[in-house]
Antibody, heavy 121, light 110 residues
């Protein structure tokens, strides 16, 4: 059974940093691209970032480029999202999602339950 | 403002068929696969349709997807009360070099 467990969310001040993790199990982690998707309170889904199976290819939404860094450790079956210079508008539930493809993200077929990030003073 | 345009709401009675549209452009829907997700209140999104019209195992055949040009649609037949949820379309955008979601459609089963 595919399982994705996000952690690392919490309350952070504007301008602060946070690192999210997503522990994966139940599939060959190193064979699939992975994604981060967020959802602000009461709003729709917003794709944030993706990374190819080997970790070489990375992709970012314009709203986070230069502030967020996605990475993965295939030896630990774990996906990360390092977030810097956080803003109030980054407040959201962050979901980790396994992609259906290995290299260029196409869509998520399994999703974690999400971790809440709140940016506020 | 979302890159993909969905109606904010849709409604129908149990047993009826409802269709949700997703409009894009040549750089996204027109040249890439479309995915559809269902999000029940308070839960994570669930994949309903991948690659325009393919159903993952476990998704009932009441759900179907189609694509024509720069638009896509999700159809739900034999509507049930537990189909009441938010539905999102999603695809890759070549101009943005990233994935894009529609704004979501809230389906109400009357």
């Amino acid at each position: 059974e595919v399982q994705l467990l996000e952690s690392g969310g919490g309350l952070v001040q504007p301008g602060g940093s946070l690192r999210l993790s997503c522990a994966a199990s139940g599939f060959t982690f190193s064979s699939y691209a992975m994604n981060w998707v967020r959802q602000a309170p009461g709003k729709g889904l917003e794709w944030v970032s993706a990374i190819g199976d080997s970790g070489i290819s990375t992709f970012y939404a314009a709203s986070v480029k230069g502030r967020f860094t996605i990475s993965r450790d295939n030896s630990k079956n774990t996906l990360y999202l390092q977030m810097h210079s956080l803003r109030a508008e980054d407040t959201a539930v962050y979901y980790c999602a396994k992609d259906t493809q290995p290299l260029v993200p196409e869509g998520g077929n399994y999703w974690g339950q999400g971790t809440l990030v709140t940016v506020s003073s | 403002q979302s890159v993909l345009t969905q109606p904010p709401s849709a409604s129908a009675t149990p047993g009826q068929r409802v269709s949700i549209s997703c409009s894009g452009s040549s750089s996204n829907i027109g040249s890439n696969f479309v995915y559809w997700y269902q999000q029940l209140p308070g839960t994570a999104p669930k994949l309903l349709i991948y690659r325009n019209n393919q159903r993952p195992s476990g998704v009932p055949d009441r759900f179907s997807g189609s694509k024509s040009g720069t638009s896509a649609s999700l159809a739900i037949s034999g509507l049930r009360s537990d189909d009441e949820a938010d539905y999102y379309c999603e695809t890759w955008d070549d101009s943005l070099s990233g994935r894009v979601f529609g704004g979501g459609t809230k389906l109400t089963v009357l």
